[in-house]
């Protein structure tokens, strides 16, 4: 784990972890698979790391939905430890192929492959998630393991302290009505599906593929991109890099409809990205959104004061994201189409005059 460290900020883990949950609602409605949220308690306040803490829970949530089939269920449920006091256990559950019990011990190591039985459930990528969650585990002193055999699904088990640090104001809790907003989305003890009542532009459309508008995400995350593009393809076409320095080498070329970039990012951060793609002339009208598990204004503030023509934090509620993506290229078309129409005066001046110029011989 060298390299890794934590980010400590106090705030409900209660309601960070069901924001999270409520984020896959839309892939929950689109795959069929049942999911639930229960916690034992109203609320725990706690210190804990939310970009890690976040990754964890989105990483499990993930691999439950990928290897559920239709029909299935997904559970989450947070509750206090019985066997050891101080301590908070979260269990994200599925009825999916489950893992058979000589790959229970090794599935936490880093690049190794779960072999499945059906071959639509082979496993695909580097195999870094799981070993990644047992990382961001281990730095705060909890243990993950899994349980369950094959044909009952799995259960993931992570047990964390439950601690308390000086909090820094730079580092505030996730905002009031964030939280209320996705306990709105996934209230306790309800398993409600999606409403039916959703915006017109959220409908499924039929339009061919190639007239979809073109998304690329960017993140070093394989769990979170993979999670993406299954919940944005009905929508978009999708291209992905997993830094910025490998998305800048390929926008020039794919010139995407619309930009979604994580800003912590290896080699060349989301900030970096954004200021190469709203400086160069190429590219500056691409509208670009930012994605972070910071809670800071100033953090926002850089990301806007930069050019990011819009700034989400983690975790996200994707039909939020899927609006705001077709809003910001709809606005982008209607741009284009007026400066074709009502060209910059400035710019046919200058043309005029250094015509006249050069027609009267004084250049």
Not at 112 to 123: A, F, R
Not at 245 to 267: C, F, Y
Request: aromatic share 6%.
């Amino acid at each position: 784990m060298a390299g890794l460290h934590l980010t400590l900020s106090e705030g409900d883990i209660v309601a960070y972890v069901r924001s999270i949950c409520a984020s896959f609602l839309m892939l929950s409605e689109k795959k069929h698979v049942h999911l639930t949220f229960f916690s034992a308690m109203e609320s725990l306040n706690m210190s804990f790391d939310e970009d890690k803490i976040g990754k964890v829970v989105m990483n499990l949530l993930s691999n439950a939905f990928k290897f559920t089939p239709d029909g299935g269920r997904v559970d989450v449920a947070l509750e206090m430890s019985k066997e050891m006091s101080g301590r908070l256990l979260i269990k994200v559950s599925d009825t999916g192929v489950g893992i058979r019990d000589e790959d229970k011990e090794r599935i936490f190591e880093r690049f190794y492959q779960v072999e499945q039985e059906e071959p639509e459930h082979q496993s695909t990528g580097s195999g870094i998630g799981l070993s990644l969650v047992r990382d961001f585990v281990t730095l705060h002193e909890g243990t993950v393991r899994v349980v369950d055999n094959v044909g009952s699904g799995s259960v993931f088990l992570i047990e964390l302290p439950v601690k308390h640090v000086h909090v820094s104001p730079s580092k505030p809790a996730p905002l009031a009505e964030e939280v209320e907003e996705h306990e709105e989305l996934l209230p306790d003890m309800e398993e409600e599906p999606l409403p039916d009542d959703l915006p017109d532009d959220m409908e499924e459309d039929n339009e061919d593929e190639k007239e979809k508008p073109l998304a690329l995400i960017v993140d070093d995350n394989e769990d979170l991109v993979a999670f993406m593009k299954d919940s944005l393809s009905l929508y978009f076409r999708i291209q992905s890099a997993s830094n910025g320095r490998e998305a800048w080498q390929k926008i020039p070329e794919l010139m995407p409809d619309v930009i979604v970039s994580d800003v912590m990012m290896p080699e060349m951060d989301g900030n970096e990205l954004c200021r190469w793609v709203k400086t160069d002339k190429r590219t500056s009208d691409i509208p670009m959104i930012l994605l972070t598990a910071r809670q800071a204004v100033e953090d926002k503030v850089e990301g806007l004061t930069i050019g990011a023509d819009d700034y989400v934090t983690k975790p996200f509620n994707v039909e939020i994201l899927i609006l705001r993506m077709r809003k910001l290229i709809d606005l982008s078309k209607k741009r284009k189409a007026k400066s074709l129409i009502d060209p910059e005066p400035s710019e046919i001046a200058i043309t005029s005059l250094d015509e006249k110029l050069v027609e009267n011989g004084w250049v």
